[in-house]
């Protein structure tokens, strides 16, 4: 697509993220011991627990309380790990409000952390449409969407997302919903995100979490399914001229494409 036919809306997003690129270039050039901007030492000075990175999140999140309430709820579950990070999170959320979206989808749900986020941004009449095969996890958050009011906004499917998104496909959905969040099995990857990409219309994003993989993505085993099929669609993804992509170290690695 012409750079000139993009959205006002794209184009802000784009310009956004280029400034924050090309900042780090020029720290990097300016200090030694910087690459785009991020130490080397990162693991120590940014690492998840570190200070600088309480900093971070003092100093920028901002959580609705109902929020904060299911996050610290879903802190306390064995398997908490799988819940977005609230940083990247509130990322999504901006991110939504920028293109004004209406209609969003959202693969994987565990508690339901992201999709009351999400839903807390939409219009009152926008719709989250939430795939999860688990009831078991989402009867945690699911109280809480209703104590926040936007229950009425959230679509939930309990099938295989696989077949979620060929329903609404085949109910003429193509190219209709804003933004698309796939965070569920990592070998069907590649599916959700073609699928999305001809849910979503041109200008929206779709976001795809754990694209580092907990850095397993430099080296994927060859017995690893998991790791190699998340290194494939990364390889993809760069090359893919449907899309203009960033790549952010924030959770376990998050992707961002934008529908051209």
Avoid at 187 to 211: D, F, H, M, P, T
Wanted: glycine share 8%; aromatic share 10%; proline share 4%.
């Amino acid at each position: 697509m012409p750079f000139f036919s993009i959205t006002k809306e794209m184009a802000i997003g784009t310009a956004v993220l280029g400034v924050a690129f090309a900042t780090g270039v020029l720290a990097g050039k300016k200090y030694p011991f910087l690459a785009f901007g991020i130490p080397r030492s990162s693991k120590t000075l940014l690492g998840k627990g570190s200070p600088l990175w309480q900093y971070i999140l003092d100093h920028s999140l901002r959580e609705h309380p109902v929020l904060k309430k299911l996050r610290l709820l879903t802190l306390d579950h064995p398997w908490s790990r799988m819940m977005v990070s609230c940083d990247q999170a509130q990322l999504m959320a901006n991110l939504a409000k920028l293109i004004k979206a209406k209609k969003a989808i959202e693969i994987g749900v565990f508690t339901g952390y992201n999709t009351l986020n999400m839903a807390l941004v939409l219009p009152d009449d926008g719709k989250v449409v939430a795939c999860d095969i688990n009831e078991d996890y989402i009867s945690i958050g699911k109280p809480l969407w209703k104590e926040a009011g936007v229950e009425h906004k959230i679509d939930l499917w309990y099938k295989p997302a696989i077949q979620t998104l060929d329903e609404l496909l085949a109910d003429g959905e193509a190219g209709t919903y804003d933004f698309a969040f796939i965070d569920s099995d990592k070998q069907s990857y590649n599916e959700y995100y073609e699928k999305c990409l001809r849910l979503v219309r041109k200008g929206g994003i779709i976001a795809i979490a754990n694209v580092l993989w907990h850095g397993k993505v430099l080296k994927p085993s060859k017995n690893d399914l998991e790791t190699q099929s998340l290194h494939h669609l990364n390889e993809k993804i760069f090359r893919d001229v449907r899309v203009n992509i960033s790549m952010l170290p924030m959770g376990d690695g998050v992707t961002l494409a934008f529908k051209l």
